[in-house]
């Protein structure tokens, strides 16, 4: 259980043009789902948290118009890179959050990532 | 300001030996804990929990261990195996964030050798 799909793994696209990546919770519903960027050799950055029927919320220094977020439905949030530009090369990974319940009053906060996608700008 | 701290980059360790990954966090706040291991150009894999409240969760090869006075984590994994050999993360969340977003550490490479 607890599968995200992520797709597509790899896009190339010309500087200029816009990139749409899907993330799908597969046997799960998911309210939240969180957008990461990932740089070579460093740590998952959050981007992005997307709530299903509402506006995402977007980290300080991520700009929203650059990077639209879509959360239609409860298996499904959109990352679409709009005029991507070489530096918006990147390694891009989303989560689900499952809501397996508490321990001890505490939530269980568990979150499932997507296989990522890798974005080549030329 | 890094929240979530792991100062070994790497690892390495021999396989049937123990492995020891540590994390260390400075936000009092944090009330739950996760290890993800990651191969490259792939999402992470959730491997282990724990909440404040406890000090230890084992899940078969896996431990993770809580010193809370400390703001200290650590996973065991006994016995390494080669198949091990990926890069772990660890992952806190705060209470009273809404969303419960999860702030990561920067990452021990593991390399588990035969």
């Known amino acids: 259980g607890a599968v995200v799909s992520q797709h597509p793994s790899w896009v190339i696209c010309k500087s200029g043009t816009s990139v749409k990546i899907e993330c799908r919770s597969l046997d799960f519903q998911a309210t939240t789902m969180f957008w990461y960027r990932q740089f070579p050799k460093q740590s998952l950055m959050l981007m992005a948290t997307?709530?299903?029927?509402?506006?995402?919320?977007?980290e300080q220094g991520v700009e929203k118009d650059k990077f639209l977020i879509n959360h239609a439905s409860l298996t499904l949030s959109t990352l679409t890179v709009t005029s991507a530009h070489p530096e918006d090369s990147s390694f891009y990974i989303c989560s689900a959050r499952d809501n397996p319940g508490t321990e001890f009053g505490i939530a269980k906060n568990i979150q499932y990532f997507g296989a990522g996608t890798r974005l080549s700008v030329l | 300001d890094q929240q979530v701290k792991q100062n070994s980059p790497s690892l390495s360790v021999q396989e049937g030996r123990i492995s020891i990954l540590n994390c260390d966090y400075t936000?009092?706040?944090?009330?739950?804990f996760l290890w993800y291991k990651k191969y490259p150009a792939e999402g992470p894999t959730f491997l282990i929990s724990i909440s404040s409240i406890k000090d230890k969760n084992e899940d078969g090869r896996f431990t993770v261990f809580l010193n809370k006075s400390a703001k200290h984590l650590s996973l065991h994994i006994v016995p390494s195996q080669p198949g091990d050999s990926a890069v772990y993360f660890c992952?806190?969340?705060?209470?009273?964030?809404?969303?419960?977003?999860?702030?990561f550490g920067t990452g021990t490479r593991l390399l588990v050798s035969p």
């Open positions: 992952a806190a969340s705060r209470k009273n964030t809404g969303f419960q977003k999860l702030v």
């Open positions: 997307s709530n299903e029927g509402s506006k995402a919320t977007y």
């Open positions: 936000n009092s706040m944090f009330d739950y």
